[in-house]
């Protein structure tokens, strides 16, 4: 979803840093339920965060390829553990998912009518 509301304005630009900002809360709290110390919390988020925005951009010039070579290689490096024997299967459900959400109107998405289709 936050790669769908990139480039958009109003209302959908800050549903999209909402996201993030509660992405990045929920690894605070749970750092925190953790026991993690203060200091130590800020450090791990902000690892994480980093992270995350780097994944993002990876994924990015990865579907912006003309092929799924690219994707499918980033889905088995960093969500599929190496499992190069699903990663057909999952690009292809990342695909139809991201096609899915391109076709729906940013309202409704905001609403909260988003339609997940299967691969």
């Given at each position: 979803?936050?790669?769908r ?32 110390g ?7 988020v902000?690892a ?7 994944r ?12 799924l070579?690219?994707l499918?290689?980033?889905m ?6 190496g ?6 299967g999952f ?14 109107s940013?309202?409704g998405?905001l609403?909260?009518?988003?339609i997940?289709e299967?691969?």
């Amino acid at each position: 979803m936050v790669e769908r509301l990139k480039g958009e304005t109003g209302l959908a630009a800050e549903a999209r840093q909402i996201l993030f900002d509660r992405y990045i809360q929920g690894l605070d709290d749970a750092f925190r339920e953790l026991g993690v110390g203060d200091t130590a919390v800020a450090k791990r988020v902000k690892a994480l965060g980093k992270a995350f925005y780097g994944r993002l951009k990876a994924f990015e010039e990865a579907v912006a390829q003309p092929d799924l070579a690219a994707l499918t290689d980033l889905m088995t490096r960093t969500v599929l553990e190496g499992r190069a024997e699903t990663a057909a299967g999952f690009t292809a459900y990342v695909t139809t998912a991201r096609d899915a959400l391109s076709r729906q109107s940013v309202p409704g998405l905001l609403a909260g009518d988003v339609i997940w289709e299967a691969a």
